[in-house]
């Protein structure tokens, strides 16, 4: 994603007042409203973990639940779990699972309300315990340390007693890859999506995380947990292909969900698996249409579902494919309520750019000016608009309403309160890349070179320091337009040394493969030119047509 969806999703509860907290039978308001219903998923695989219970049923729900929980879907977890108790209300691990599914989880911290219906369910827990096998005593034990009531204010003790207390219980149980997965996400947990710096080094615990889940993933190559919590162990890394096995794993493990059907995805991009990416997200999406016809009432899945969509267009986008890119970035907007976007528009504000972005990247100039304005209550995405009017203005060499726009685009980034940034995992040096941007492009079509370059090597410069998401913060990268004009002014080492770069990066992205060869070719190694313009070729297979630049804005011969 374009920022740490932890902080999007925690705000998204908070916000709009869907936290799971609650006290009836210890359990969450969302839960409750639809737990009445028997309702028992088709394609959720075949993980399963025998609990203390003699009811069929029990078990059953059980296993459902935990699968849910380990694609990140808690809620719907709950709901199971509550079934699963209401067959066996003396059954320990149900409520354990409520209490594991009420707390924090990667993607979005726990509000006052669901720390209360945790510590609850913990109780309820702690209560059966001595219908509890060894194990089953040792895990509820550890996520007894995880809660208090009432809630903390700091919860970063309560996070590292647990994490201590789940390394006991793998130690104690090495062959247990639950256990194991559980470890894992306790340590993920006390730095959720701040594994790495921002050059991509592994921080405090990164490495016992990874090995960890490289262990469990050795006992049970088809954990759907273990593999889940693999890929964003490994994405922001320098080494996303490690996570390759994994990926191709969640490939059809969990047709029911469609986030462990997207998330292969987030190595795909990495690795230059384009149009694989393409096809999971095609994939996800399907699986929540199926979803949300049998399961309606949803809260966090939401958004799940619009960063499907978002992942979808970037990944279209890389690989020349634009009615499918266009296709997707539609889709965000279609099955977004204006209701929730009136309510809740600064948490997903950033990704609902993708439109302009598109238009964009295929020089749909004509089109971006045509585009009305975005919602008011959408601030990050009305600056955006307004300077992607700038670029298409400049573009068509219209350089007055370039200007006209890009002071608008000025004005509007000025308005942005700095919650509405911080909500959405950003800071102002995004904007500031898009600043950079639009002088640049109006330089480059003044054919103003020096200039143009200047400010389009700051602002890549500035890109490379955003924070990891995925899709990236920049969906077009700055060094498509800054090749492009480093090969319009023949500088051709320039040239193949910003495209290799950005390669590196974003391996076999059609975009910068031809500019390659294009440098190349104006540096006579013809049969390096020739082998770039096959790869381009190959990457560029499914594309809708050929391109003969790196940036539309700029024509290459």
Known sequence: MSFRIFALLGLFIVTIGLSIGGLKMHSSPVAAQTSERDLMFEGMGNHTRKISTKSEATQAYFDQALTWAFAFNHDEAIRSLMHAARQDPECPMTWWGIAYCEGPNYNSPITPERSKAAFYAIENAKSRIKNASDVERALIEALAKRYTFPAAANRQPLDQAYAAAMSKVWKAFPQDADVGTLYAESLMMLRPWELYTTDGEPVENTDKIVSTLESVLKLQPDHPGANHLYVHAMEPSRTPERALKAAHALDNLIPASGHLLHMPSHIYVRTG??????????????????????????????????????????????????????????????QTPDSVIAKIGPVFDRWMCSVYDVQKRFGRWDEIIAEPAPPATLPVTTAIWRAHRAVAFAAKKDFANAEIEYTAFRNARSAIP????????????????????????????????????????????????????????WLQPIRHTLGAVYLATNQHAKAEQCYREDLEKWPNNGWSLLGLSKALKGLGKTKAADRAFANYEKHWSKADKPISTSCQCLELE
Request: proline residues 3%; without cysteine.
């Open 273 to 334: 698996l384009w149009n694989e990416a393409i096809e999971q997200n095609v994939k996800a999406l399907d699986a929540d249409q199926k979803y949300l016809k049998l399961s309606p009432e949803q809260g966090m899945q939401y958004i799940y579902m619009i960063h499907n969509s978002h992942m979808l267009a970037y990944a279209a986008m890389m690989s020349g494919r634009e009615k499918e890119a266009m296709s997707a970035a539609r889709h965000m907007w279609e």
């Open 418 to 473: 700095m919650a509405v940034l911080e909500m959405g995992g950003m800071d102002d040096r995004f904007l500031q890349v898009s600043d950079l941007f639009i002088r640049g492009e109006i330089a480059l079509q003044k054919e103003k070179w020096d200039l143009a370059t200047e400010l389009l090597t700051d602002a890549a410069t500035i890109e490379s320091t955003l924070a990891y998401g995925e899709p990236p913060q």
